[in-house]
């Protein structure tokens, strides 16, 4: 995993918050980047939760969210009557939390999540919520008192702000586009004409090949690192490649559960330090396409992903990376035109991806905010009729959290006897010495 931080570059962030509160009062996203922006009207949504060991009830609830808020600043904007950098009103405090008493734990974190599309029904009420559960007879056998869930707009937190938020760490964004590393001119006429072919292909595909609205499922998998790590060395790939192709191979295996029958197609996110000022000033994150060789001998197919992905991180993404906030800025502009275009037919269309596959970086509880924390810890995302897949490693554990079709749902319980059958074999030499990094 490729180190990250709080700030990637240097800002005058309380400049910024002083015109910020003026920005916002005819248009509440008006601060927002124009990946934000698409986030947004996409409605995607974000979830991160995790028992703990402590009681939770109203009141500490309300504390928590201080605390987050205070190190995570961008929670303050994109709603009605927001006050950027500001605390909450009591008001506001207690329309965002909630608490429930329960008998028992079963069936969580599962049965708690979902879309979160509630977040949008109250424009004037900031972009995200804290829920608790907490059991009404005490602890359980496994010191479990409580479980907390977070949900929230992607558009103003990703996984490296959950990162860092479990360290107790700062997790204000700054300015993350780098103004010294200049794109040429060419590159950008380039990026802004590829941008535009793709725009008018975007719309025109969505509408006329988006897929019906189809049942939808989320689970939650919690893995042992040590078990990967170990599988990782006998096989000698990166641990995040055997991530990757596990989930894949055991969702997409069958014919019918991919879109082509040679490769398995992913999105692939990743962090990236070498920005430049044609980057989003928000995000972090960076969305690549791969096409994963589809091969039936599990230990071939691993060792292709790990090779797909070798040449992905060796490549210079700039130019993609340019085209694709062209992508957004476009998309920006002709909303504001024709907005009929944006309807649920376009954010259903996601293009022929089989997977979104999103390695977060490492939650390690750290500090009063995180205290009470309980792994295994889970984060996941819901963006309209995308399959995601999110991998969250902590110290002891590693979620996959699914977000997918539920004909997908129900093939995860292949990736445990997978796991299984590979340990058991009795594994060749790798062609290459093994990558234990995430």
């Given at each position: ?123 004037d009420l900031p972009l995200f919520r804290f829920m608790a559960a907490t059991l009404k007879d005490g602890p359980d056998a496994e010191g479990r008192i409580s479980v907390i869930q977070v949900r929230a707009a992607h558009c103003v937190l990703e996984g490296s702000d959950s990162a860092l938020l479990s360290r107790s760490q700062t997790a204000n964004h700054g300015i993350q586009s780098n103004k010294d590393n200049k794109v040429s001119f060419g590159a ?251």
């Open positions: 995993m490729k180190s990250f931080s709080s700030s990637s570059f240097a800002s005058n962030h309380a400049e910024a918050l002083d015109l910020a509160f003026a920005a916002v009062q005819k248009n509440p996203q008006a601060l927002f980047t124009n990946f934000q922006w698409f986030l947004y009207t996409g409605k995607d949504t974000i979830f991160f939760t995790a028992f703990s060991k402590e009681k939770f009830d109203k009141q500490k609830l309300k504390e928590l969210v201080a605390q987050v808020v205070a190190l995570a600043p961008q929670l303050t904007h994109g709603f009605v009557g927001a006050r950027p950098g500001h605390p909450f009103t009591e008001s506001q405090l207690d329309a965002i939390t909630s608490v429930e008493l329960v008998d028992s734990f079963d069936g969580y974190p599962d049965k708690w999540l979902g879309k979160s599309a509630d977040i949008f029904d109250h424009p950008r006429f380039k990026g802004a004409l590829q941008a535009g072919i793709g725009v008018s292909l975007h719309l025109f595909f969505a509408h006329i090949m988006s897929p019906p609205d189809k049942p939808f499922g989320f689970k939650t998998l919690p893995l042992r690192r040590d078990r990967l790590r170990r599988l990782a060395n006998r096989l000698g790939v990166r641990q995040r490649s055997l991530y990757f192709a596990i989930v894949t191979h055991a969702l997409h295996s069958d014919t019918d559960r991919r879109l082509n029958e040679a490769v398995i197609a992913a999105a692939y996110t990743m962090l990236d330090t070498r920005r430049t000022d044609a980057d989003d000033d928000f995000f972090r994150v960076r969305a690549l396409q791969a096409k994963f060789p589809y091969k039936e001998d599990f230990v071939e197919y691993v060792r292709s992903v790990d090779d797909v992905v070798s040449q992905i991180e060796n490549k210079d993404i700039t130019s993609f990376q340019t085209q694709i906030m062209a992508l957004f800025a476009m998309h920006r502009k002709l909303h504001s035109w024709f907005p009929f275009l944006y309807g649920p037919r376009f954010w259903r269309f996601s293009g022929r991806v089989d997977t979104v596959l999103t390695l977060v970086p490492p939650h390690r509880t750290l500090g009063p905010v995180t205290q009470w924390m309980m792994e295994p810890i889970y984060c996941g995302a819901y963006h309209p009729a995308s399959n995601i897949a999110t991998f969250c490693p902590g110290r002891e554990f590693m979620t996959v959290n699914f977000v997918m079709e539920q004909r997908h749902i129900d093939a995860v319980e292949r990736i445990e006897p997978l796991i299984a059958r590979i340990e058991a074999l009795d594994l060749p030499e790798p062609v290459k010495g093994a990558s234990v990094e995430a």
